[in-house]
């Protein structure tokens, strides 16, 4: 609030004696000059209590609502708290590629991969559908389907961690239609990416499970034992190399096995935009695959991603 500095600077010349004019050529009497004095002093102390009431209201209110609109930065700022949500903190990543060819041999592939991947503190969570579908000369000769997922329990301060895995596949010539499969185990950490520079990772892992078939003359469950080897090396910035390669030796005919392994390397395109090429290779071995099938099938694919 503003202060009336006349009325004040007035007051006190007349509490000290001086004659103030007061509009006329008249001189107010010492004791009007007095007592007017005092009145214009309280006056003024009861503006000046009140002005910093007011203050004190308006700096206490802008205290109050602080917090809400101003939120600390840089490192004023706390961290919240850390999400324990399954359904936060995945990366994700989707691919395509198409090739084809027509003139005396005609032929189209499509292939597509959705992959998923949550790691934390204690646990480890990849999750994967892929798709591939192909015809020869107008006729279709690939048509496969496959969703997967593994979880890891890790150990803090040890290579060791322990994991179950699931898959379902569909493939439309093969002897079966379906087959599901499931397996528990235990890993080792061969080498961790802190051992090596640049960064490179093996992992080992063994387990018991079996595959059941669905379709087909033979449906039967297959009880299996699990080995498997994940190697990944990164070989600089937005380069890496990868193999995952898993044999399922039978438990119940012995010699009986089947053997997967996918290799590739894959460069970065736009950090930026997160975009990818992967150029790979995929085996899939069956010592028994049925009647009518091919023990060993083969892909050789080159795909473009997105991560996000």
Request: overall charge negative.
């Amino acid at each position: 609030m503003r202060l009336d500095l006349l009325t004040i600077c007035a007051a006190l010349a007349l509490a000290c004696g001086t004659p103030v004019a007061l509009g006329s050529d008249d001189v107010v009497p010492a004791a009007e000059r007095l007592d007017d004095a005092r009145s214009r002093l309280e006056a003024a102390r009861a503006a000046l209590d009140a002005a910093q009431r007011e203050y004190d209201a308006a700096v206490a209110e802008q205290e109050r609502v602080q917090p809400e609109v101003e939120a600390p930065t840089g490192a004023d700022q706390t961290p919240g708290p850390v999400s324990t949500s399954f359904w936060s903190g995945w990366d994700a990543s989707v691919e395509l590629g198409i090739t084809g060819s027509d003139g005396n041999s005609e032929a189209f592939n499509f292939r597509t991969a959705l992959d998923a991947e949550r790691l934390t503190e204690k646990m480890e969570t990849k999750l994967g559908l892929h798709y591939k579908y192909g015809t020869q000369n107008g006729v279709q000769n690939t048509n496969r389907f496959n969703a997967k997922g593994r979880n890891d329990w890790l150990f803090p301060s040890s290579r060791w961690r322990s994991f179950v895995q699931g898959e379902y596949e569909y493939d439309e010539f093969q002897a079966w239609d379906s087959r599901v499969s499931g397996f528990a185990g235990l890993g080792y950490e061969l080498i961790r990416p802190e051992d090596q520079t640049p960064d490179m990772s093996l992992l080992a892992r063994v387990g018991l499970g079996g595959s059941q078939t669905i379709g087909g003359p033979n449906e039967e469950f297959r009880p299996e034992a699990l080995l498997g080897l994940d190697y990944n090396w990164n070989i600089k910035e937005g380069q890496r190399f990868f193999v995952n390669t898993e044999m399922f030796p039978s438990l119940s005919e012995m010699g009986d096995f089947r053997w997967i392994t996918n290799a590739g390397y894959e460069i970065v395109l736009d950090a930026e935009s997160n975009l990818y090429l992967k150029l790979g290779l995929e085996d899939r071995y069956d010592s028994n695959p049925g009647a009518g099938a091919k023990r060993n099938d083969i892909d050789y694919y080159v795909t473009l991603g997105w991560k996000f």
